[in-house]
C-alpha cells in the first residue's frame, strides 16, 4: 500500500509554467485547459509584508475527495493501492458534479471528448518515472512520492518544516499536495485563491436523495432517466450564468 502525494517549494518556485507546458505535451489538452496551471499572486499585504509567489494549481487527490461522492456513475473513484484520484472514462457521462464539487477547481469537461479531466499524477507512467510536471521543473521546485514510506524524499522533506496545505477551517478534505515556504506565501494564496465548495442544485439532489435510491438497488433505467434530466438543469443553469 502506498499514498501518493506531492511537495511544490513556493521558494523554489519561478513560476515559468513549465510544468503547465510539460502536462499540456504529455496529456494533449485543449486549448485553453489545464491539468495543472501556475497563477501568479501579488503583491498582496500580509500584515507587514508585501507578498509575491505563484500558485501551482492541480487536482490535490484528497483523503476524503468530495468528488467522489458527487459522481453519480462512480467514473471517479479512489484508487486503494495508491491513494490516486481516478476516472473511469467508460462510466463518465460529462455531467459536471464533480467539476462542482472540486473545492479546488482542479476539474474540467474536455470539449472534444465530454469527459471530465485532472491530475492524476501522470498514472499510466507510476513506478516508471515521475509525473511530467515534475520531471520537466527547471528549479526541482516539484517532488512526488509515497507520503507512506517515510525514508522517501518526499517524506524529508515534509519533515523539515515550513510546509502546508492549501485548506481553511469551512474546507479541509485532506489534500496531498503540499506547499513549502514562507508562511505568507500560503497566506497570500488562501487570500486571493480560497478552496470553495460549489455544489449545485443538481448535485445535491444526486448525493443527498438519488445515490439513497442507487444503494437500496433502484432501476438503472430510472436512476439513469432521473440524472439526465439533472443534467439538462445543470446546463441550463450554466448558460445563464455565461449569458449574465
Known amino acids: 500500500m502506498a499514498k501518493y502525494g506531492m511537495v511544490i517549494d513556493l521558494d523554489r518556485c519561478v513560476g515559468c509554467q513549465a ?8 496529456w ?18 500580509i500584515k507587514d509584508e508585501m507578498v509575491f509567489t505563484s500558485y501551482v494549481g492541480q487536482c490535490n487527490h484528497c483523503d476524503n475527495p468530495p468528488c467522489v461522492p458527487a459522481c453519480p456513475t462512480q467514473a471517479t473513484f479512489k484508487d486503494t493501492e495508491t491513494g490516486i484520484v481516478l476516472v473511469d472514462y467508460d462510466l463518465c457521462i460529462g455531467c459536471g458534479y464533480c467539476v462542482e ?16 479531466e485532472k491530475c492524476d499524477f501522470c498514472y499510466p507512467r507510476l513506478g516508471e518515472e515521475d509525473p511530467a510536471c515534475v520531471k520537466t521543473c527547471i528549479v526541482s521546485a516539484k517532488v512526488f512520492g509515497d507520503l507512506e514510506n517515510k525514508d522517501s ?7 523539515e518544516g515550513n510546509t502546508y496545505i492549501i485548506a481553511t477551517k469551512e474546507v479541509n478534505p485532506g489534500p496531498n499536495v503540499y506547499y513549502k515556504g514562507r508562511r505568507s506565501k500560503i497566506e497570500a494564496i488562501i487570500k486571493n485563491y480560497p478552496p470553495e465548495k460549489k455544489d449545485t442544485l443538481p448535485a445535491k439532489i444526486w448525493s ?10 433502484a432501476g438503472a433505467t430510472f436512476i439513469g432517466s432521473l440524472v439526465a434530466f439533472l443534467f439538462q438543469i445543470n446546463q441550463g443553469e450554466k448558460e445563464g450564468e455565461d449569458e449574465e
Open 153 to 159: 524524499y518526499i517524506s524529508k522533506k515534509i519533515s
Open 19 to 26: 510544468c503547465m507546458v510539460a502536462c499540456k505535451a504529455q
Open 208 to 217: 443527498n436523495v438519488l445515490r439513497p435510491f442507487v444503494i437500496l438497488g
Open 101 to 116: 464539487a472540486c473545492p479546488y477547481g482542479a476539474r474540467f469537461i474536455n470539449p472534444v471528448t465530454k469527459k471530465v
Open 28 to 45: 494533449q489538452t485543449p486549448e485553453d485547459y489545464f491539468r495543472t496551471w501556475v497563477k501568479h499572486i501579488g503583491p498582496v499585504q
